[in-house]
């Protein structure tokens, strides 16, 4: 095949493995081979999922492998992987999950490289090792930690500025967190965000071009996070059920549509790099409005400091704005509809 009908590619990594592949007389097709018409497989389909503390559902108990260092990833045990998987069972679609390997604070280029723990608890190998050549599903979500939307929060949180388990510091702590807001929609705090979506967008797209080289059958679905904070802000004012801290704990209610914007412009950033991609996109966002942090009884979101199902040391640790069970189900059974959908295609 000539050099003049391989597939184009536009990160260094990619054109690095065009050229190599070139030199040896062949064409590598990086996005995998497009989906035929037809029923889903009757067969087992080899899957991988992978992912950040959304697809390991940091907070829910109890959590994956506890007692080894893997347990600083906080994998559930009932992650939406493993819900959607049962679901899709039911309708007599069986995934073979070759691995899950979702980890809390996972950033994009933990694909492809390393990921040092907490504390010290050692390292894991590269997200991307999990695949196989055989491998016909990978699921996951990641970017936000890449684009620091744990920092983003502790810019406009004194509360989330003192020391916890939530990682990062502000992205300028000699900012009051009171004028969070105006921070990042104009001078440096604007140019750091502007700056940190062209990371995710261009990682985003080497994640998806190594899903294809080293799994080249395998579809991809990249799954977007729920909705944060509502369209009406107000409804963050008052306390969930049962609940002390406001869902945004300290966070100025001037500040939580910024957040939003935030949030939308990283779903539209994750959708562009699927749709470039040539994956499937899970567009949790669009459908999650009623299921904010702010919702009441109907949150899907557990609030910045509202106590989660997780213990450390005798210890509720808060949910730091991360799916609860009905958020979970809810990414669950958006993500077996969309695998549904590829796997029939």
């Known amino acids: ?58 907070g829910i108990a109890p959590v994956n492998n506890q007692d080894s260092e893997r347990g600083w990833c906080f994998q559930a045990t009932d992650n939406y992987p493993a819900v959607a998987t049962r679901r899709l069972a039911d309708k007599a679609i069986t995934l073979d999950v070759q691995s899950d ?15 040092e723990l907490p504390f010290g608890a050692g390292e894991l190998p590269a997200q991307q090792d999990a695949l196989k050549q055989d491998t016909q599903l990978a699921v996951g979500s990641m970017g ?4 620091g939307f744990n920092r983003i929060l502790k810019q406009c949180s004194d509360e989330l500025r003192q020391p916890s388990l939530l990682p990062g510091d502000p992205v300028d702590r000699d900012e009051p967190a009171a004028k969070c807001g105006e921070f990042f929609e104009t001078g440096d705090g604007k140019q750091w965000l502007d700056d940190q979506f062209e990371r995710v967008g261009g990682e985003l797209e080497e994640l998806l071009e190594r899903i294809g080289y080293f799994a080249p059958d395998a579809k991809r679905v990249l799954v977007g996070y729920p909705r944060l904070v509502p369209e009406d802000t107000t409804k963050c004012l008052t306390a969930a059920p049962g609940q002390t801290h406001l869902p945004f704990a300290d966070i100025p209610q001037d500040a939580l549509p910024v957040l939003d914007q935030i949030q939308k412009r990283l779903n539209d950033a994750m959708k562009k790099a699927a749709t470039d991609g040539g994956a499937d996109f899970v567009d949790l966002y669009a459908g999650t409005g009623s299921n904010t942090a702010c919702d009441g009884v109907d949150r899907g979101i557990g609030g910045l400091l509202e106590d989660s199902e997780l213990e450390l040391l005798g210890t509720k ?6 799916p609860n069970e009905k958020g979970r189900d809810i990414q669950a059974g958006r993500v077996a509809a969309k695998i549904e959908e590829v796997l029939n295609r």
Request: hydrophobic share 45%; net charge positive; proline share 7%.
């Open 101 to 115: 390997v979702s980890c809390g604070g996972a950033l994009v280029h933990h694909f492809w490289e390393k990921q």
């Open 144 to 147: 936000g930690n890449t684009l």
């Open 317 to 322: 640790i808060p949910w730091y704005a991360h």
């Open 1 to 58: 095949m000539s050099s003049a009908m391989c597939k184009t590619t536009s990160t260094p990594w990619a054109r690095r493995l065009a050229a190599a592949t070139i030199a040896l007389g062949s064409c590598l097709a990086l996005a995998g081979p497009a989906g035929s018409a037809g029923a889903a497989p009757a067969d087992p389909v080899p899957t991988v999922f992978f992912g950040d503390s959304y697809t390991s559902n940091f």
